[in-house]
């Protein structure tokens, strides 16, 4: 069945620094990959998208690339501060249908 | 706020007993899901539907049971047959039309006792 791996199950950064979190899916047919932002307690909440037809994507101090033919994507958070600190879920799904999610990275700011 | 709301944020079940949790969004979606989410494991698929009274079993569909009477509505049993019922739950919905991200409830924490 389709799976997604995510790497690492924890990461801890230093204020300032960039963090990397990485994701490789099973389906080749996935075609939109969204990454969830948790904080302790709370729901899951959109931080960034990118779909198939795009191999990169910013927004501000976030961004994803996406490599279709390894089946790749990955997180990238710069300039980090202690607000970035919760658990960050990668997902991919086909035509925005059935979400499959990975085991999550909890990232830790160091101030 | 986001337009899907879970009910109650906490439950309390005895072994034994099922256990019915709530599921309502307004944002016009006809996708939605369950989700399980344990310390460690991410967010594991129950069950799913896209459509008024058609849905998929997930990963993790035994001992669950759910309906889809209502576009709005998607609630999900868990029954004594599930075995480790002890879980933190997530609700989503999505437009699949729309190609747009999956939307969250505020999850239902579910103790047995």
């Known amino acids: 069945g389709e799976n997604v791996e995510q790497h690492p199950s924890t990461l801890s950064v230093q204020e300032g620094d960039s963090a990397v979190i990485k994701c490789t899916y099973s389906?080749?047919?996935?075609?939109?990959f969204p990454w969830y932002k948790q904080e302790l307690g709370k729901r899951p909440q959109l931080i960034i998208d990118i779909r198939s037809n795009v191999g990169e994507k910013k927004d501000q101090r976030i961004a994803v690339t996406l490599n279709k033919t390894a089946k790749h994507f990955s997180l990238h958070i710069t300039e980090t501060q202690p607000e970035d600190s919760a658990v960050y879920f990668c997902a991919a799904s086909k035509n925005a249908y059935k979400y499959i999610f990975g085991t999550g990275t909890r990232l830790k700011v160091l101030a | 706020d986001g337009g899907i709301t879970q009910s109650p944020k906490y439950l309390f079940r005895k072994e034994g007993q099922n256990v019915t949790l709530s599921c309502e969004q307004n944002?016009?979606?006809?996708?939605m899901y369950w989700y399980r989410q344990d310390p460690g494991q991410g967010l594991r698929l129950i069950y799913y539907?896209?459509?008024?009274?058609?849905?998929q079993k997930g990963d993790i569909a035994e001992g669950y049971s759910v309906s889809r009477e209502k576009k709005e509505s998607f609630p999900l049993t868990v029954t004594s047959a599930q075995k480790n019922p002890t879980a933190f739950y997530l609700c989503?919905?999505?437009?699949?039309?729309?190609?747009?991200?999956?939307?969250f409830g505020q999850g239902t924490r579910l103790t047995v006792v």
């Open positions: 539907s896209q459509i008024v009274n058609d849905f």
């Open positions: 389906d080749s047919a996935s075609n939109y």
């Open positions: 944002l016009n979606h006809d996708a």
């Open positions: 989503a919905s999505s437009n699949t039309a729309g190609n747009t991200e999956a939307f």
